[in-house]
């Protein structure tokens, strides 16, 4: 069964930076697909970044742009944790962070980002809130 453990949120300032981790278990870590999506209040959960576990390729999703060159997507084999390292944080990053794992990376996602509907395991999700 897998197991999607998240951690890291907080409140900051914006500016500020924060480091998002999620530790999976129940499954073989090596060769899924990872993910970090967000959900703002009132709106729908949107895709940040995947990786593929395997040969560590990454892919951003191109909206919100702002979020490009400021989270970057990484993990720690060893320890089967993904993380989200965000910087420059902003006021709009506001929201529920959530990360995700489904068997393989779709190729598309290297142009349209992670789907949310395309992922079937979950965590409970970690609080970010940047106040201006």
């Known amino acids: 069964q897998v197991q999607l453990v998240e951690s890291g949120g907080g409140s900051v300032q914006a500016g500020g930076s924060l480091r998002l981790s999620c530790e999976a278990s129940g499954y073989t870590y090596n060769g899924y697909c990872m993910a970090w999506f967000r959900q703002a209040p009132g709106k729908e959960r949107e895709g940040v970044a995947a990786i593929a576990t395997g040969g560590g390729t990454t892919y951003y999703a191109p909206s919100p742009a702002s979020v490009k060159g400021r989270f970057t997507i990484s993990q720690n084999f060893a320890k089967n944790t993904l993380y989200l390292q965000m910087n420059s944080l902003e006021p709009g990053d506001t929201g529920m962070y959530y990360c995700?794992?489904?068997?393989?990376?779709?190729?598309?996602?290297?142009?349209?980002?992670?789907?949310?509907?395309?992922?079937?395991?979950w965590g409970q999700g970690t609080q970010v809130t940047v106040s201006s």
């Open positions: 995700a794992a489904r068997p393989v990376c779709r190729a598309g996602y290297s142009t349209y980002g992670p789907l949310p509907a395309d992922f079937g395991a």
